[in-house]
Each structure stands twice: as structure tokens, then as C-alpha cells.
């Protein structure tokens, strides 16, 4: 069975600092992971997904598969960051597994 | 593209009655999955729908949860007799195809509270 743990449920930051959502996961076969945000009062968006390897609003998240690892991190933290952020695997059925959630506050 | 739409945003019911929760995809998508969030956790999820199919429903609870997702009209997630316990956020969410790990796209939600 798949599972997904976000082990901070808050992550409070002064804006400027470096930021690392943590992000660990158990599955047997290849995953597919994804992190998805959601900005207060609005729909859960995704973030980004570690096969595009992309950097969306300075985030950046790579995958260690021998510490089965998946962290997000941003060099210098916004205040417009502030949201939930929930890591998420896919299995080959095409159903997301979420991990708890981190609350992110950056602080001025 | 309007999104995924979801509706109501809020429901409130008592205990014993009826909830129905109705989504519709994004144009162009057939692929529909209900997730449940309770308060304090992470989204759950519940079923993975195609047009008049139900391809996953896995998590499902065996009792008093239906989903359906018809030929014409939104994916529909029915809850039966409602409890408290059912209180929560449910999200749906659709993606163009299932080849391999299309990526989900989530309406706002629908907020349920049982009184």
C-alpha cells in the first residue's frame, strides 16, 4: 500500500528565508509525485509534478528514490507563498495518494 | 475553460437525510475521482469514475455512499442517510485521459455539515 507523510504540519518562516517542505513516501512500484497548493479561499492547483522537473514560483522539488523523498524548497520565501501545500503520489491507477498537509506562514 | 465545478460549495443536512454533491469536469475531460477531506487530514480518496463507469471505487465506505458519472449531465457522489461523521470537505477532480498519470485538476469543493 502507498502512503505519503508530511511530517510539519505548520512550517512558519521569516519572508527572505529558505524554505523545505518535507515530503516521504512508500510504494513499490516507480511513483509519480506531485506537489499540489492551495491559496487561501481557493481550489487545490497543481504545483508541480517531479517528471517535468520544472521550477514553478521558485519552487523546485526532486525526487530521492533511496531516501524515497520528495521535498519542495524555495531559496527565499514570499509572503504570497503563505498557503497549504500537500505532497500527492499517483499510482499506476490513476488514484492520488495526499499526504497530510503543511501550512506554510511566512511572516514579515 | 471554466474548471472543474462543483455544487453546492456548502450543504448543510441533519442527521438521517439525503446529501447529493454534483461536479462537472473540465471540457474535454471523461475522467472523474471524488476525494473526501476531514477536518485536520489530508484529501482521501474515494472513487475514479468514467462516463457511465465506475473504474475504481476502492475507497469507498460500503454503506450508504454512491457515485455515478452519466452519459449526459455532472458526476453525481450521493450519500445516504446522513451522520455527523460524514461532515467534511469533498473535492472532485477530472483529468483529459488515464494514459498514463494525467494530472488531476480540483474544483472548489463542497463542504458538508451534518447537524
Known amino acids: 500500500a502507498q502512503r505519503v507523510t508530511q511530517p510539519e504540519k505548520l512550517l512558519s518562516v521569516f519572508k527572505g528565508a529558505p524554505v523545505e517542505l518535507k515530503c516521504n513516501y512508500s510504494y513499490s512500484g516507480s511513483p509519480e509525485l506531485f506537489w499540489y497548493v492551495q491559496y487561501s479561499r481557493q481550489r487545490l492547483q497543481l504545483l508541480l509534478r517531479?517528471?517535468s522537473r520544472e521550477s514553478i514560483k521558485g519552487f523546485t522539488a526532486d525526487l530521492n528514490k533511496g531516501e524515497t523523498s520528495f521535498h519542495l524548497k524555495k531559496p527565499f520565501a514570499q509572503e504570497e507563498d503563505s498557503a497549504m501545500y500537500y505532497c500527492a503520489l499517483n499510482n499506476a491507477g490513476n488514484m492520488l495518494t495526499f499526504g497530510g498537509g503543511t501550512r506554510l506562514m511566512v511572516k514579515p | 475553460n471554466a474548471g472543474v465545478m462543483q455544487n453546492p460549495r456548502h450543504l448543510v443536512r441533519r442527521r438521517g437525510q439525503e446529501a447529493r454533491l454534483r461536479c462537472s469536469p473540465m471540457k474535454g475531460h471523461s475522467h472523474v475521482y471524488w476525494y473526501r477531506q476531514l477536518p485536520e487530514e489530508g484529501l482521501k480518496f474515494m472513487v475514479y469514475l468514467q462516463k457511465e463507469n465506475i473504474i475504481d471505487e476502492s475507497g469507498m465506505p460500503k454503506e450508504r455512499f454512491s457515485a455515478e458519472f452519466p452519459k449526459e449531465g455532472p458526476s453525481i457522489l450521493r450519500i445516504q442517510q446522513v451522520v455527523r461523521g460524514d461532515s467534511a470537505a469533498y473535492f472532485c477532480?477530472?483529468?483529459?485521459?488515464?494514459?498514463?498519470?494525467?494530472?488531476?485538476?480540483f474544483g472548489p469543493g463542497t463542504r458538508l455539515l451534518v447537524l
Open positions: 517531479h517528471i
Open positions: 477532480a477530472s483529468s483529459p485521459t488515464s494514459a498514463g498519470r494525467e494530472t488531476q485538476y
